[in-house]
C-alpha cells in the first residue's frame, strides 16, 4: 500500500508534526535534545523570553485531563513569545455533538497556527494533521504515544549520562497502557540503547512488545540488576484492582521500586518517573526523594524540550 | 425479453463447462447454452474477449435499511450488488430495529423484489432484538422468507441460550450463521500483535475466535443443529474449523475479502478505512485462510459489505464505525485472490457462486437448483465479466452510497483486476457498465 510516508515530516524530512517518536530518525532527536539545550538558558535568564513565535497563536486542546502536561506547554509557548490560548474540552463539545474534526476546522478558521493536542483515543492527532494546515503537537493520545515526554525522558538520560551506546534502561509497570513507555521505547532504540528492558505482571506487560525491540521481564530482580536508568511508570488508579492487578498493595509489594531493590541496579543509576507518582505504590517515597532520583529536573528539561519541538516544527513548512 | 450473449467463454463451476460458447435466454430463464442458431433475439450481446458466468451468490451484504439510511440505501446498495454481478445475496438482521419481526421481512423482501436489482433473502434474528436472551419467532420469521438465523456481529454470552437456540432451530431444520466471536474477549479495535501494540489500540486476541469455535463446534456436535461460521479471521480458527470437518461436524464457513487481502500492517498511521470487524491479523493468518479458501475448507468468499458514511469514518480509529463497501469489489478480489496464489478459473469463480449457493442449499426453496449455476432450463440469473479490464477502485467509481475501501486506489496505487460488463437477473439486465 502506497501513503506510507512519516506524515510528521515533509518532503524535505523537516519535522513539521510532533506525532510519535517511531519513524522520526535520530538526527532529528538530536536536533531536538540540542536546540533543548539552548532553551535551558533561557529559563535561567530574568527575562525568560525569546522571539520566536512572536505572533503565532499556539492553541492547547485538551480533550482529556492534565494539569502539568499543559502548564509546561503554555509556559514553553509564552517563552517564545506565542498568544497561547488554552481550552478546556475535556469532551464537553464532543457532548454537545460537535466532532473533532469540527472543532479543529472551528479553531483553524481563528487561523490557529499550531495545535497542542491530548486525546483519549489513541492516533487522534494523526487526524488532525490530516485534516489542517496547521502544526500539530501531540500531547499525548490514548495509549499510544507521548512523544515530548519521550524527548525530556531522552534530554534528562542524556545529561546524567551522556551516551546513550552503553545502557541498560529499564521502564518499569503498566507497559500496555502507557503511552509514555511506547515513546521511551522508540527514543531509546532509535538513539541506540543497547538493552531497553520492560519490567511488570504479563497482564500489564504482554509479549508482543518484543516486536519493539525490547526485552520483556516479568521479574523485578531481573529488571532492575545492572540498569543505569529506571524509569517507573504512573499506575492508574482504576487499573490497581480488577482483571489487571489484584490490589495496589501487591503491586508495590512485588515491582514497586524500593530502596532494596533499587540497590540491584547500578550504584549510579537514575531514577525517572513522568509524574505525578503514587508514593508507596509504584515508587517508595524514600526512592523518589532520594539522592537517584531525578524527577523534578525531569520537569525542568521538559519546558525546554518543549521550546525546542515547537520553534523547529514552526520553522519548517508544511 | 429474449437476450442472446454471444462469443463469450461461457464457464459453470459446478458443472465444470468451460467452452466458447453462446447463452441464449428468454422467459427469464436459460433456453440454451451452444449454438442457438435458430434463436430470434431481441437483444444480441458480443461478449467476445469475456466470460460468461453464473451471478455471484453473496452471504454477507448490509443494506443499511431500516434504520441507517444515512449510510446506505435498499435502492443504492442493491444497485452496487448489481454492479459487481451479484444476482443473490444474504444480508444480516443486523438493522435497526433487527430482523425479528415478520413484518419487517416482508417488508424488506417486498421493496427489494420492485427494485429488481437483486435477490435478497435475508437472515432473521436468532433473538430478539439480538440481545442474546430470548429466542425470535422462527416458523414466522422462516415463512416470511428468512433463509436462517443469525446474531450477526452481537456475540452471545449466554452459552445456555445458544444451545437452546440450536436445539431449536435444528427442530425446524434451520441453520444458525455465527460470527465466532467470544463476547468477552473481543471488545478490542484491533487483532493482537506487534501493530496494535505498537499503535496503542485494545485488542482482540485470536482466543476471541478460538474460544466460540470451540464453543459452537461441541454444541453442534450435542444438537445436531447445522451451522455457518461467519468471516473467519484467523489460522487458528482455520485449523479447528477443518478438523470439525473432516469429524463429519456439519459445518460450512466463510471469510470475507478484506480478512484475505489485508494484515494489520495496512493500518498504517491510524487509517480508519482498515478499521474492520473481524479486526485484520497477521500475514501468517492472511496465508491459512487464502490456503482454506482454496482447499475448500472455508467454503465461500463474501464481500461482508457494510456501507459506512464519512461521518462515521473520521473519527480516531477506535471511535470509527467498522466497516466498508464491497459488494461491487467481490468479484474483482476473488480473481485477485485466484491470480496471485496460482487458483484455477473455475476453482476461483466457484468460491463466490456455486459453493455459496451450496451453503445455502435448500433454505433457497425453488431457486436452489439454479442458484450460482448456468444450466440449461435453469433461471438466468448470470453476469458477463471483461477479465482484461482493470479498474481503479475510487469514491466516484462505487454505486454504494458508503464510499470507504482499503482498496482505493488513492491509497493503494493498484487497479484491481475485472470489470463486470453485464448482469442479468430473472432474464431482465439489472445492471450494464457504461461503455468505455
Given at each position: 500500500?502506497?501513503?506510507?510516508?512519516?506524515?510528521?515530516?515533509?518532503?524535505?524530512?523537516?519535522?513539521?508534526?510532533?506525532l510519535s517518536?517511531e519513524?522520526?530518525?535520530?538526527?532529528?532527536?538530536?536536533?531536538?535534545?540540542?536546540?533543548?539545550?539552548?532553551?535551558?538558558?533561557?529559563?535561567?535568564?530574568?527575562?525568560?523570553?525569546?522571539?520566536?513565535?512572536?505572533?503565532?497563536?499556539?492553541?492547547?486542546?485538551?480533550?482529556?485531563?492534565?494539569?502539568?502536561?499543559?502548564?509546561?506547554?503554555?509556559?514553553?509557548?509564552?517563552?517564545?513569545?506565542?498568544?497561547?490560548?488554552?481550552?478546556?474540552?475535556?469532551?464537553?463539545?464532543?457532548?454537545?455533538?460537535?466532532?473533532?474534526?469540527?472543532?479543529?476546522?472551528?479553531?483553524?478558521?481563528?487561523?490557529?497556527?499550531?495545535?497542542?493536542?491530548?486525546h483519549g483515543e489513541s492516533g487522534a492527532p494523526h487526524?488532525?494533521?490530516?485534516?489542517?494546515?496547521?502544526?500539530?503537537?501531540n500531547?499525548g493520545d490514548g495509549r499510544h504515544a507521548h512523544?515530548?515526554?519521550?524527548?525530556?525522558?531522552?534530554?534528562?538520560?542524556?545529561?546524567?549520562?551522556?551516551?546513550?551506546?552503553?545502557?541498560?534502561?529499564?521502564?518499569?509497570?503498566?507497559i500496555v497502557h502507557s503511552r509514555v513507555a511506547r515513546s521511551?521505547i522508540h527514543?531509546?532504540?532509535?538513539?541506540?540503547?543497547?538493552?531497553?528492558?520492560?519490567?511488570?505482571?504479563?497482564?500489564?506487560?504482554?509479549?508482543d512488545l518484543?516486536?519493539m525491540?525490547?526485552?520483556?521481564?516479568?521479574?523485578?530482580?531481573?529488571?532492575?540488576?545492572?540498569?543505569?536508568?529506571?524509569?517507573?511508570?504512573?499506575?492508574?488508579?482504576?487499573?490497581?484492582?480488577?482483571?489487571?492487578?489484584?490490589?495496589?498493595?501487591?503491586?508495590?509489594?512485588?515491582?514497586?521500586?524500593?530502596?532494596?531493590?533499587?540497590?540491584?541496579?547500578?550504584?549510579?543509576?537514575?531514577?525517572?518517573?513522568?509524574?505525578?507518582?503514587?508514593?508507596?505504590?509504584?515508587?517508595?517515597?524514600?526512592?523518589?526523594?532520594?539522592?537517584?532520583?531525578?524527577?523534578?529536573?525531569?520537569?525542568?528539561?521538559?519546558?525546554?524540550?518543549?521550546?525546542?519541538?515547537?520553534?523547529?516544527?514552526?520553522?519548517?513548512?508544511? | 425479453?429474449?437476450?442472446?450473449?454471444?462469443?463469450?467463454?461461457?464457464?459453470?463451476?459446478?458443472?465444470?463447462?468451460?467452452?466458447?460458447?453462446?447463452?441464449?435466454?428468454?422467459?427469464?430463464?436459460?433456453?440454451?447454452?451452444?449454438?442457438?442458431?435458430?434463436?430470434?433475439?431481441?437483444?444480441?450481446?458480443?461478449?467476445?474477449?469475456?466470460?460468461?458466468?453464473?451471478?455471484?451468490?453473496?452471504?454477507?451484504?448490509?443494506?443499511?435499511?431500516?434504520?441507517?439510511?444515512?449510510?446506505?440505501?435498499?435502492?443504492?446498495?442493491?444497485?452496487?450488488?448489481?454492479?459487481?454481478?451479484?444476482?443473490?445475496?444474504?444480508?444480516?438482521?443486523?438493522?435497526?430495529?433487527?430482523?425479528?419481526?415478520?413484518?419487517?421481512?416482508?417488508?424488506?423482501?417486498?421493496?427489494?423484489?420492485?427494485?429488481?436489482?437483486?435477490?435478497?433473502?435475508?437472515?432473521?434474528?436468532?433473538?430478539?432484538?439480538?440481545?442474546?436472551?430470548?429466542?425470535?419467532?422462527?416458523?414466522?420469521?422462516?415463512?416470511?422468507?428468512?433463509?436462517?438465523?443469525?446474531?450477526?456481529?452481537?456475540?452471545?454470552?449466554?452459552?445456555?441460550?445458544?444451545?437452546?437456540?440450536?436445539?431449536?432451530?435444528?427442530?425446524?431444520?434451520?441453520?444458525?450463521?455465527?460470527?465466532?466471536?467470544?463476547?468477552?474477549?473481543?471488545?478490542g479495535v484491533a487483532?493482537?500483535?506487534a501493530v496494535a501494540t505498537r499503535l496503542g489500540l485494545s485488542t482482540?486476541?485470536?482466543?476471541?475466535?478460538?474460544?466460540?469455535?470451540?464453543?459452537?463446534?461441541?454444541?453442534?456436535?450435542?444438537?445436531?443443529?447445522?451451522?455457518?461460521?461467519?468471516?473467519?479471521?484467523?489460522?487458528?480458527?482455520?485449523?479447528?474449523?477443518?478438523?470439525?470437518?473432516?469429524?463429519?461436524?456439519?459445518?460450512?464457513?466463510?471469510?470475507?475479502?478484506?480478512?484475505?487481502?489485508?494484515?494489520?500492517?495496512?493500518i498504517?498511521?491510524f487509517?480508519?478505512?482498515?478499521?474492520?470487524?473481524?479486526?485484520?491479523?497477521?500475514?501468517?493468518?492472511?496465508?491459512?485462510?487464502?490456503?482454506?479458501?482454496?482447499?475448500?475448507?472455508?467454503?465461500?468468499?463474501?464481500?461482508?459489505?457494510?456501507?459506512?458514511?464519512?461521518?462515521?469514518?473520521?473519527?480516531p480509529f477506535a471511535?470509527?464505525?467498522?466497516?466498508?463497501?464491497?459488494?461491487?469489489?467481490?468479484?474483482?478480489?476473488?480473481?485477485?485472490?485466484?491470480?496471485?496464489?496460482?487458483?484455477?478459473?473455475?476453482?476461483?469463480?466457484?468460491?463466490?457462486?456455486?459453493?455459496?449457493?451450496?451453503?445455502?442449499?435448500?433454505?433457497?426453496?425453488?431457486?436452489?437448483?439454479?442458484?450460482?449455476?448456468?444450466?440449461?432450463?435453469?433461471?438466468?440469473?448470470?453476469?458477463?465479466?471483461?477479465?482484461?479490464?482493470?479498474?481503479?477502485?475510487?469514491?466516484?467509481?462505487?454505486?454504494?452510497?458508503?464510499?470507504?475501501?482499503?482498496?482505493?486506489?488513492?491509497?493503494?496505487?493498484?487497479?484491481?483486476?475485472?470489470?463486470?460488463?453485464?448482469?442479468?437477473?430473472?432474464?431482465?439486465?439489472?445492471?450494464?457498465?457504461?461503455?468505455?
Amino acid at each position: 500500500m502506497l501513503s506510507r510516508r512519516n506524515p510528521q515530516l515533509n518532503a524535505h524530512g523537516e519535522l513539521i508534526h510532533l506525532l510519535s517518536i517511531e519513524g522520526l530518525p535520530r538526527d532529528v532527536l538530536t536536533q531536538i535534545l540540542d536546540t533543548a539545550g539552548t532553551f535551558l538558558s533561557v529559563n535561567d535568564r530574568d527575562v525568560k523570553k525569546v522571539p520566536l513565535l512572536r505572533g503565532k497563536s499556539v492553541f492547547n486542546l485538551f480533550f482529556e485531563n492534565s494539569t502539568r502536561t499543559r502548564t509546561t506547554f503554555e509556559i514553553a509557548a509564552k517563552r517564545l513569545s506565542a498568544d497561547v490560548i488554552n481550552l478546556d474540552i475535556a469532551r464537553s463539545s464532543t457532548a454537545k455533538g460537535e466532532t473533532l474534526l469540527d472543532t479543529i476546522a472551528n479553531l483553524s478558521a481563528m487561523h490557529a497556527d499550531m495545535f497542542v493536542v491530548r486525546h483519549g483515543e489513541s492516533g487522534a492527532p494523526h487526524l488532525i494533521a490530516r485534516h489542517c494546515a496547521a502544526h500539530v503537537v501531540n500531547a499525548g493520545d490514548g495509549r499510544h504515544a507521548h512523544p515530548t515526554q519521550g524527548l525530556l525522558d531522552m534530554y534528562a538520560i542524556r545529561h546524567y549520562k551522556r551516551d546513550f551506546s552503553q545502557l541498560t534502561v529499564a521502564i518499569v509497570g503498566d507497559i500496555v497502557h502507557s503511552r509514555v513507555a511506547r515513546s521511551d521505547i522508540h527514543a531509546l532504540t532509535t538513539l541506540g540503547v543497547p538493552e531497553v528492558r520492560v519490567v511488570g505482571p504479563r497482564t500489564l506487560v504482554p509479549g508482543d512488545l518484543r516486536a519493539m525491540g525490547v526485552r520483556v521481564c516479568h521479574d523485578m530482580a531481573e529488571g532492575m540488576r545492572g540498569a543505569d536508568v529506571i524509569i517507573m511508570l504512573r499506575l492508574q488508579n482504576e487499573r490497581m484492582t480488577g482483571a489487571m492487578l489484584p490490589s495496589a498493595a501487591e503491586f508495590a509489594k512485588t515491582f514497586g521500586l524500593t530502596p532494596d531493590k533499587l540497590a540491584l541496579a547500578k550504584p549510579d543509576a537514575i531514577v525517572m518517573h513522568p509524574g505525578p507518582i503514587n508514593r508507596g505504590v509504584e515508587i517508595d517515597s524514600s526512592v523518589a526523594d532520594g539522592q537517584a532520583s531525578v524527577i523534578l529536573p525531569q520537569v525542568t528539561f521538559g519546558i525546554a524540550v518543549r521550546m525546542a519541538v515547537m520553534s523547529i516544527i514552526a520553522g519548517n513548512e508544511a | 425479453m429474449k437476450i442472446l450473449i454471444e462469443h463469450g467463454r461461457v464457464i459453470d463451476p459446478a458443472s465444470g463447462r468451460d467452452e466458447r460458447s453462446d447463452v441464449a435466454i428468454a422467459d427469464g430463464r436459460i433456453v440454451a447454452i451452444g449454438r442457438a442458431v435458430d434463436f430470434d433475439a431481441e437483444r444480441r450481446i458480443d461478449a467476445a474477449g469475456c466470460i460468461v458466468m453464473p451471478g455471484l451468490v453473496d452471504l454477507a451484504v448490509r443494506l443499511r435499511e431500516p434504520g441507517h439510511e444515512h449510510e446506505g440505501m435498499l435502492h443504492s446498495e442493491l444497485k452496487a450488488a448489481a454492479a459487481g454481478g451479484v444476482t443473490s445475496l444474504v444480508c444480516p438482521p443486523d438493522t435497526d430495529p433487527p430482523l425479528d419481526e415478520p413484518g419487517l421481512v416482508e417488508m424488506l423482501k417486498f421493496r427489494a423484489r420492485k427494485l429488481s436489482s437483486c435477490r435478497l433473502f435475508p437472515l432473521g434474528a436468532l433473538t430478539r432484538g439480538l440481545k442474546g436472551d430470548a429466542l425470535t419467532e422462527m416458523a414466522h420469521l422462516s415463512e416470511a422468507g428468512c433463509i436462517g438465523f443469525s446474531q450477526a456481529d452481537h456475540a452471545v454470552r449466554d452459552t445456555n441460550l445458544l444451545m437452546r437456540a440450536l436445539q431449536y432451530a435444528a427442530t425446524f431444520g434451520h441453520t444458525v450463521w455465527l460470527r465466532p466471536q467470544d463476547a468477552w474477549l473481543s471488545t478490542g479495535v484491533a487483532a493482537s500483535g506487534a501493530v496494535a501494540t505498537r499503535l496503542g489500540l485494545s485488542t482482540v486476541p485470536v482466543a476471541a475466535e478460538t474460544v466460540a469455535l470451540h464453543t459452537i463446534v461441541e454444541l453442534v456436535r450435542a444438537t445436531g443443529a447445522r451451522v455457518h461460521l461467519c468471516r473467519l479471521s484467523s489460522a487458528a480458527g482455520v485449523d479447528l474449523v477443518r478438523r470439525a470437518k473432516a469429524e463429519g461436524v456439519p459445518i460450512t464457513a466463510d471469510v470475507n475479502v478484506h480478512s484475505l487481502h489485508l494484515t494489520d500492517v495496512d493500518i498504517g498511521y491510524f487509517n480508519a478505512d482498515m478499521r474492520l470487524s473481524p479486526p485484520l491479523r497477521q500475514q501468517a493468518d492472511r496465508d491459512a485462510l487464502r490456503r482454506a479458501l482454496a482447499d475448500g475448507t472455508i467454503d465461500a468468499l463474501v464481500s461482508d459489505h457494510n456501507p459506512v458514511a464519512d461521518d462515521a469514518k473520521n473519527l480516531p480509529f477506535a471511535e470509527a464505525e467498522p466497516g466498508a463497501s464491497a459488494v461491487e469489489l467481490l468479484l474483482s478480489l476473488a480473481l485477485k485472490w485466484g491470480q496471485d496464489d496460482g487458483v484455477d478459473l473455475a476453482r476461483t469463480l466457484a468460491r463466490v457462486t456455486s459453493e455459496p449457493a451450496r451453503v445455502l442449499g435448500a433454505s433457497l426453496g425453488a431457486h436452489a437448483a439454479s442458484a450460482g449455476r448456468l444450466i440449461e432450463g435453469g433461471v438466468a440469473d448470470l453476469c458477463v465479466l471483461d477479465p482484461s479490464h482493470t479498474w481503479p477502485v475510487t469514491r466516484e467509481s462505487l454505486l454504494s452510497q458508503g464510499k470507504h475501501t482499503p482498496f482505493d486506489f488513492t491509497a493503494t496505487g493498484t487497479a484491481l483486476p475485472g470489470r463486470v460488463r453485464l448482469t442479468v437477473l430473472a432474464g431482465g439486465v439489472s445492471h450494464e457498465a457504461p461503455a468505455s
